[in-house]
């Protein structure tokens, strides 16, 4: 199983940003997917997830302005993030529990200029 990440960049403060996240093959049933954070200095940690196919959770200092949701459609599992702030930059890392295995991407890096 495989994390294909995309959509990181450059973008100024206030702008928005959109990242996808495409698991390889049919994967089901997903335990819990999205999107993990690693800041310069700092330890990785949670920014959205939807749990048991269904439910999102966001990390604090992003709800209101991130908002994450499945494409079944096309396999994906996406981002759309807003009103971005210098604190959101950092290497952003899909995430997936499959069966029981944890799964991560290889990091796509964002990076939100005052």
């Known amino acids: 199983v495989q994390l294909q990440a995309s959509g990181g960049g450059l973008v100024q403060a206030g702008g928005s940003l959109r990242l996808s996240c495409e698991p390889s093959?049919?994967?089901?049933?997903?335990?819990?997917i999205g999107w993990y954070r690693q800041a310069p200095g700092k330890q990785r940690g949670m920014v959205a997830l939807?749990?048991?196919?269904?439910?999102?959770h966001y990390v604090d200092s992003v709800t209101g302005r991130f908002t994450i949701s499945r494409d079944h459609a096309k396999n994906t599992v996406d981002l759309q993030m807003s009103r971005l702030t210098p604190e959101d930059t950092g290497v952003y890392y899909c995430?997936?529990?499959?069966?029981?295995?944890?799964?991560w991407g290889q990091g796509t890096l964002v990076t939100v200029s005052s």
């Open positions: 939807i749990s048991g196919g269904v439910s999102a």
């Open positions: 093959g049919t994967i089901f049933p997903i335990s819990n």
């Open positions: 995430y997936m529990n499959y069966r029981g295995t944890d799964y």
